[in-house]
């Protein structure tokens, strides 16, 4: 049973979710939501020992599974985590549970498939940060964008369709010549896809170019990256509050995720040669995103123009070549995963009062919902980065990163503290305080048992991770420096 | 047996295929309509028995027979399994539409085992005048069958595109298959290939003869600049039909074009190789790019054929073993799904209800949510998406395809792939983001249902565990090369 985890992690949402799914049609609604949490709290738990038996102490790959899956390409079932992707498997079955419940009245169109959905697509998420087969990797890799594909279009807002068609041709373009990379190295590796050996592989300078640049693209739009962020604000606000949680708290992660396991060890020399360009992407991003979200009308989009900063940092610190960025950047991922997921669960609850996301149809709310106001206050400033919350511990390591290496990186990069500021509270401001404006804000009720359950896991998780994140970083800290030293040495022939 | 019957064994589910033919027209003709289920069990019948021949007669090592002519190989033996499982469907998928719409007569089984029995010859020919007669029987058969709605203006329109153009292929086809027969002074491909193996002196000749070869078989894949005549012929014939026409003639055009180009001209391959090159590149643009613009679903599915035809044609031009095992894979896959897509016309259409509309699929997710999910499976799997068995034939097509150093070639039909993926997409869109317009209750059968089911999650299946497809596939061209 213990040797094999990883597989138990994957497959035990996707069964649960064809389970779910086969509870059929929306009288057996009830049903199909318990058997939903249980499925979720079930991939939780086979998820836990993961934590629990990590030896931090090495960099080598833990919780290895490996067998010939398809021998006629060389291609295995080859599972196994490092201290980069176990907080990250932790986190996507942790947020599962959370989507399961916040999905649980809102929810009353074809439930079944909602929830089996983000089941499924859970366990998919797991697979795309265990794989350490190539083929294995994109597999988990394209086959979560059908179930997203789904949440957005079906349960979305007015505008879904577009959206849902955008964010799935926008990463499927990345994803394909991802795959004709992904096969010009299983010939330069002498016919294997297994990514470790990809790791040993000599490329000369032409190649890794041109594949930096595919797996760029790939990735840089799950982050996303610059000029390919346009789907996110899309997706984010045609999405139901589940999707859009999921979105930002977890496939975002996948792409960063894939720039720590794919460009970095296979192309390190085009990486230090090219490592400009993300750079430039990245500071460009914190400030003119940071703006951008500061004249946002829509909650939810302002969150999501705020991800894509907030992405910005977990990019400048992987290209910073340094311990320290490389451990802020992967912080910043695990916060931002709670930060974003806990502000997109408080938008979803003052949508199901009022249904509308616009700032200005708000104000008041402070006298009318006191206890939500006090959540929503805590993860606006871990939003904005105030020391003691989550949000202040990867920020702050970026920030000292890049100024060991450039000062001016670290003045650019810095001054996020002022617009991040800016944009959330301001929001923040404009609804939550002034006098009541809407007569029908003044009907809204404080949040319930089940929200407080939400958000009060997540506020202890923000606080607790801003005040002591050690924990965290030791878990990564081999891992990244073993991923660093490999980075260091060159490939070329 | 005796020495004289022995020599025939190679020939027996032909044979066989050819006496059933012959009994159930002549037990049609016996029977009034109230018996006409006979002539449906009697094809599936000689199905069964063609295929328990085969698998009784499976031979591991190629062997020639009926005086080279005919040639007995694993390829030849897998392929044909294949094709009777394909036929099988196709008659379950036809049954109720044929039945509503006064077509459930002899005469389209006969026909259909006729066409049958051209792609058995076709996919173990060993020599110039039996590929041409396998072609023949299949494409008259095909003919007949498109015009068998006498009634109907647009289906005998297609029928005489399909017999104008048809005709003009096999000329050129023939044409081409005289200037080599010229340089090599044989029509047999493994004579032809000794004859080319040390160069001739007459390349010109036999250039010239290649290129007409190619375009012939150009036109019988349907793929561009020979494409004119599939997307009119999949949209006028009767759903049935086309099922038919997309589905398991595929099968026997993989194998001609195997045949033909890798066995018998393998020492051109420099010659050929570019020409497929350009018919793949434009196959995958037209295909991709005018799919988009259509709103009838059989004529939206003809251009993404002419698209997959694009694609097959990556695994042959890598001309190596593993080349054209990727293209058998590929073809294979391909039916598979075309095979389903088509199935789901049918079995959503009713009497004087043909669904192959578009907007006929919207909402199905609300009328039926199993079979839009079959659906949704399909179109995934068209669009080469994981964890769908489409995803595999792309990949290895694509990797035969870099093995020989032509990864520009991938980007492009990457880069198609994914102007594909949108008219796929937006099929998925109708069906589960939007309200159906008719809600009118599904009447399939439920033997048809059961085949669909097993047809979807067959894609599934295979795309998580797609293993061993692709062993009988490798070890089918490795044996037979």
Redesign the interface.
């Known amino acids: 049973m213990l040797n094999n985890l990883l597989t138990l992690v994957i497959w035990v949402p996707i069964l649960a979710g064809a389970v779910v799914l086969a509870t059929?049609s929306d009288r057996n609604a009830v049903l199909a939501r318990w058997l939903a949490l249980a499925g979720a709290l079930l991939g939780l738990i086979v998820a836990i020992p993961l934590a629990t038996g990590f030896d931090s102490t090495t960099s080598a790959m833990q919780f290895v599974e490996k067998t010939p899956?398809?021998?006629?390409?060389n291609i295995h079932y080859h599972l196994g985590i490092d201290g980069i992707s176990m907080p990250l498997i932790l986190l996507n079955s942790f947020i599962t549970v959370l989507v399961i419940i916040a999905g649980w009245q809102v929810i009353q169109d074809?439930v079944a498939?909602y929830m089996a959905a983000f089941l499924i697509m859970s366990g998919l998420i797991n697979g795309v940060f265990a794989a350490l087969d190539g083929?294995l990797f994109?597999?988990f890799f394209?086959?979560m964008?059908?179930p997203l594909?789904?949440i957005i279009?079906?349960w979305g807002g007015p505008n879904?369709?577009y959206a849902?068609?955008k964010f799935?041709?926008y990463t499927?373009?990345g994803s394909?010549?991802m795959?004709?990379s992904m096969?010009?190295l299983?010939?330069q590796s002498g016919g294997s896809f297994d990514i470790l050996t990809w790791h040993g592989t000599v490329l000369g300078m032409t190649a890794q170019t041109l594949m930096f640049f595919a797996f760029l693209l790939a990735f840089g739009v799950k982050v996303p990256m610059l000029p390919v962020h346009t789907w996110l604000p899309d997706a984010h606000v045609e999405a139901p509050t589940g999707g859009s949680v999921v979105l930002a708290a977890i496939t975002l992660k996948v792409g960063a995720y894939g720039f720590l396991r794919f460009i970095l060890p296979i192309l390190p020399d085009a990486s230090h040669e090219l490592a400009w360009v993300v750079i430039m992407l990245s500071l460009i991003a914190v400030v003119y995103i940071g703006l951008v979200a500061l004249v946002q009308a829509d909650m939810k989009k302002l969150i999501a123009y705020s991800s894509v900063a907030h992405m910005g940092f977990v990019t400048l610190g992987f290209f910073l070549f340094n311990p320290l960025g490389a451990e802020g950047g992967l912080v910043q991922m695990v916060s931002h995963g709670f930060v974003s997921a806990a502000l997109f669960l408080c938008i979803g609850v003052m949508y199901d009062r009022l249904h509308s996301r616009q700032i200005k149809d708000y104000g008041g709310l402070a006298s009318r919902m006191p206890v939500f106001a006090a959540f929503f206050m805590l993860f606006a400033m871990a939003n904005s980065g105030l020391p003691a919350t989550s949000g202040f511990v990867g920020e702050f390591m970026v920030i000292m990163a890049s100024s060991q290496v450039n000062f001016w990186y670290a003045l650019v990069i810095a001054t996020t503290l002022i617009t991040g500021a800016s944009y959330t509270l301001w929001m923040y401001k404009r609804v939550v305080f002034g006098a009541i404006t809407n007569p029908h804000v003044e009907e809204m009720t404080d949040v319930n048992a089940r929200e407080i359950l939400l958000l009060g896991v997540l506020a202890v998780l923000v606080l607790g991770m801003g005040v002591y994140p050690k924990p965290l970083t030791d878990v990564m800290h081999v891992s990244v420096v073993d991923l660093l030293a490999h980075v260091a040495q060159s490939k070329l022939p | 047996m005796s020495q004289a019957i022995m020599q025939f064994a190679p020939v027996f589910p032909e044979i066989f295929v050819l006496a059933m033919v012959s009994l159930i027209l002549v037990i049609d003709a016996a029977v009034d309509d109230s018996k006409r289920y006979l002539a449906y069990v009697l094809s599936l019948a000689t199905l069964a028995g063609a295929a328990v021949l085969t698998l009784h007669g499976f031979s591991s090592m190629p062997a020639l027979a009926l005086h080279g002519l005919f040639i007995d190989d694993p390829l030849s033996d897998v392929l044909k399994l294949f094709l009777y499982l394909t036929v099988a469907v196709v008659l379950v998928y036809s049954r109720d539409y044929l039945r509503l719409r006064g077509l459930y007569k002899g005469e389209f089984f006969a026909l259909t085992l006729f066409a049958l029995l051209g792609m058995m010859v076709m996919v173990s020919a060993s020599h110039f005048l039996t590929l041409y007669l396998g072609l023949e029987l299949l494409a008259l058969s095909l003919y007949a069958m498109v015009a068998l709605q006498r009634d109907s203006r647009v289906a005998t329109e297609a029928a005489m595109k399909y017999f104008v153009l048809g005709a003009l292929a096999s000329g050129m086809l023939l044409y081409g298959m005289s200037m080599v027969y010229g340089v090599t002074g044989s029509l047999g491909l493994g004579d032809m290939a000794i004859a080319l193996q040390d160069g001739t002196d007459l390349h010109i000749p036999l250039v010239f003869g290649i290129v007409f070869i190619v375009a012939g078989l150009a036109f019988k894949l349907g793929v561009v600049p020979f494409h004119m005549w599939l997307p009119d012929v999949y949209e006028g014939a009767p759903s049935a039909m086309t099922l038919f026409i997309g589905s398991a003639p595929k099968i026997a055009a993989f194998a001609f074009v195997v045949r033909i180009l890798g066995q018998g001209l393998e020492s051109q391959m420099v010659d050929w190789r570019d020409m497929l090159v350009i018919l793949s590149v434009l196959s995958m643009a037209l295909g991709n790019i005018a799919a988009i613009a259509q709103t009838n679903l059989k004529r939206m599915l003809a251009y993404s054929t002419i698209a997959h035809m694009g694609f097959m044609l990556l695994g042959i031009l890598a001309g190596s073993p593993n080349g054209y095992g990727s293209a058998m894979f590929y073809v294979l896959v391909y039916v598979l799904m075309s095979l389903g897509a088509f199935g789901m016309i049918l079995l959503l259409s009713r009497a004087g209800f043909e669904a192959d509309r578009l907007d006929d699929f919207k909402g199905l997710?609300r009328r039926s949510?199993w079979l839009a999910f079959m659906m949704?499976l399909l179109m995934?799997s068209l669009a080469g998406?994981?964890?769908t068995v489409g995803?595999?034939a792309k990949?290895?097509v694509?990797?035969a395809v870099?093995?020989i150093d032509y990864?520009w070639l991938?980007?492009a039909a990457?880069?198609f792939?994914?102007i594909g993926?949108?008219y796929y997409?937006r099929i998925?869109?109708l069906m589960?983001?939007d309200a159906p317009h008719d809600m009118a209750p599904i009447m399939a059968s439920p033997d048809t249902r059961v085949v669909m089911s097993v047809n979807g999650l067959a894609i599934l299946a295979l795309g998580i565990l797609?293993?061993p497809l692709?062993?009988v596939c490798?070890h089918a061209i490795h044996a037979s090369f």
């Open positions: 059929g899956w398809i021998p006629a390409f074809r498939q083929i994109y597999v394209e086959a964008l059908i594909y789904l279009g079906v879904r369709v849902a068609l799935f041709l499927l373009l394909f010549l795959l004709v096969i010009y299983y010939f | 997710n949510p949704l995934f998406i994981p964890p995803f595999y990949l290895s694509l990797q870099i093995g990864v991938a980007v990457v880069m792939s994914l993926a949108f997409l998925v869109k589960y983001f797609p293993q692709m062993a490798v």
